[in-house]
């Protein structure tokens, strides 16, 4: 029997369970990465900076902060779309109310989780 050489050769694949389960796992090894030392490094900064994390305004200054960033970034988006004006603002509506949506609620998770702790 000729075999085509036009067309990838079939080559015994491994089968079952855990091949399939490495295969599938292989390619967001980095995502699940980002997750685990995010976790551990939220764990550390935390556990290492707690006389820190009491401090009375300091929530405050942190949502400030986080929102100056997200202003930062809202500005470096708007420029490279080339829509840096209130007629870009109002085109990209959505883009900007989920990045300050999204900014605001995760402060405020932190600053629950602040309120348990106490």
């Known amino acids: 029997m000729n075999s085509n050489c ?3 050769s079939r080559k015994n ?4 369970f855990l091949p399939g389960l490495f295969y599938g796992l292989l390619p967001h090894a980095f995502c699940i990465a980002f997750v685990a030392f995010s976790v551990v ?5 935390a556990s290492f900076f707690k006389k820190f994390l009491l401090v009375p305004y300091f929530f405050q200054l942190l ?7 997200a202003t930062i970034s809202a500005v470096l988006y708007l420029k490279k779309n080339n829509d840096l004006s209130w007629m870009g603002v109002r085109r990209n509506k959505r883009y900007l109310m989920v990045l300050f949506g999204i900014t605001i609620s995760v402060n405020l998770l932190f600053l629950s989780f602040r309120w348990r702790r106490i």
């Not at 694949?13 to 079952?16: C, E, H, T």
């Not at 490094?41 to 900064?45: D, Y």
């Open 6 to 8: 036009c067309q990838p």
């Open 13 to 16: 694949k491994p089968a079952g």
């Open 41 to 45: 490094g939220a764990t550390a900064f």
């Open 63 to 69: 949502v400030a902060t986080s929102l100056v960033f």
